[in-house]
């Protein structure tokens, strides 16, 4: 997985006024399926003629090597020329993007956004709606549901799915075995893992809470069934993080940090890469992506991991949260919407491209066909000890919570997640407290920003 799809916080960086909400809408598209007003379905010969008509694209993504999707996307339709741009890390590209809607020129016809920030693009209409274009409505039997519900609303389809990072555990069975610990399953079993290992080793922690990544810990709060963000694609938003769902959560990890049995390192860094080789961390809470990421990582540990789905609040459950992943999205200032909606289509959905972006750029599906095929379910991994640890994580996508939202303004909740509840979290400080700080900062700037919050 790439290292920027490794930090869904890395968004949290851009400032207050690169926000899209001081951006201006895009303007209509010059083609059948303009954004204003109702979409029109575009016919089959509107397609036809579009597709053979010589065409230049510019598509932009972080996304390396991806020259072999785009060829095949090529060699389908000869007229139609993609030049990809890397303008850097998801926080620099979005940054250019805002920059580039906003002056009205420059913008590309398709982009690579996170699911956490396409309500930021939505929210001033610079997204196309892709629901008339050729294939799009079909794909919904594609993708799990919770992966669609993340790219439409109200029947509008804003991009269509890359990749995704469902949750789960990756663990030292090594060191849990040394120290004759169970794998844990629910949550009391883990802290029980938790405080045991501090116990005999205390240069040891069943696992690392780090306050510097919000994307690892909103997942947590939404395996447990929290909705603590929303919006209504007007202007209304929902700020609720301060509900049960949350503070058992917050309680949770409270006092693990508390008892000193869980570190609090900051993440993906030297020190932190040292502790997964050493041992220092037991286990991590992890996306998909992280199987693989890790292989990279802690390379002298090969076939001491494990992985397993995340420990559940309630003993036989299966429930889990999503921790990254991203989408292509058409702006509806492109020229040519419905190559630009066929591009979207076409390397993420059709089996050939598709699965290059597993094989290849090693992501982790968002294809129903490509989850469900044994090829790369039953795949066994020598790192994690010949255990076919892509199914962890293809049982996982099945079991994400369907329904989960985000704000417009995700990239200042995450920054000021790091300023309230993250600096809590490695101050060991009071996280109930973090907590509400961070609930009246956002309270505020949604205000600020004139929206209504419910």
């Not at 992501?363 to 991994?381: G, H, M, R, Y």
């Amino acid at each position: 997985m790439l290292k920027t799809r490794s930090f869904p916080a890395a968004a949290a960086t851009l400032t207050a006024t690169a926000l899209l909400l001081t951006a201006c809408g895009g303007g209509s598209t010059s083609d059948s399926g303009s954004s204003s007003g109702s979409p029109k379905t575009v016919t089959q010969a509107e397609f036809d003629k579009a597709m053979s008509t010589p065409t230049n694209l510019t598509f932009w993504t972080w996304v390396p090597d991806i020259d072999k999707e785009i060829a095949l996307f090529e060699k389908k339709y000869p007229a139609i020329k993609v030049k990809a741009v890397n303008i850097g890390s998801s926080t620099d590209q979005y940054k250019a993007m805002r920059t580039s809607l906003r002056a009205g020129k420059g913008a590309p016809d398709v982009a690579q956004v996170e699911y956490q920030f396409l309500s930021s693009f939505t929210l001033t209409k610079n997204l196309l709606d892709l629901s008339p274009y050729h294939g799009i409505k079909d794909m919904k039997s594609e993708f799990p549901t919770w992966v669609w519900n993340q790219v439409s609303s109200d029947g509008a389809v804003y991009a269509v799915p890359q990749d995704t990072a469902p949750m789960g555990m990756i663990y030292r069975n090594d060191i849990l075995a040394k120290y004759g610990i169970k794998t844990p399953t629910t949550w009391e079993e883990f802290a029980t893992a938790a405080k045991t290992l501090h116990e005999k080793n205390p240069e040891a922690y069943i696992t690392n809470l780090p306050g510097s990544d919000p994307g690892q810990f909103v997942g947590l709060l939404w395996q447990n069934g929290a909705n603590p963000f929303g919006f209504d694609g007007k202007k209304t938003v929902t700020i609720d993080l301060d509900s049960p769902e949350v503070t058992q959560v917050v309680d949770y990890w409270q006092k693990l940090i508390q008892a000193g049995e869980v570190s609090t390192d900051a993440d993906f860094n030297d020190q932190w890469y040292k502790g997964l080789s050493s041992g220092k961390y037991a286990s991590w809470l992890a996306a998909a992506w992280g199987r693989t990421f890790l292989e990279g990582a802690a390379k002298t540990t090969s076939g001491k991991w494990r992985t397993t789905e995340l420990p559940q609040w309630n003993a036989g459950d299966h429930a889990t949260g999503n921790w990254g992943g991203s989408t292509n999205a058409v702006m509806n200032t492109t020229k040519n919407p419905i190559a630009a909606a066929e591009l979207a289509r076409y390397i993420n959905v059709e089996e050939e491209p598709a699965n290059l972006f597993v094989t290849k750029q090693q992501f982790f599906p968002s294809k129903t066909s490509i989850l469900n095929s044994s090829e790369f379910a039953d795949a066994k991994s020598d790192f994690y000890g010949g255990q076919q640890a892509n199914k962890t994580f293809v049982d996982a996508s099945q079991n994400v919570t369907t329904s989960f939202g985000w704000l417009p303004f995700m990239d200042y909740a995450y920054t000021t997640f790091n300023d309230t509840l993250g600096k809590a979290i490695a101050d060991k400080g009071d996280m109930e407290a973090g907590l509400k700080a961070w609930q009246e900062k956002l309270v505020a700037y949604a205000k600020q920003q004139g929206l209504t919050v419910k």
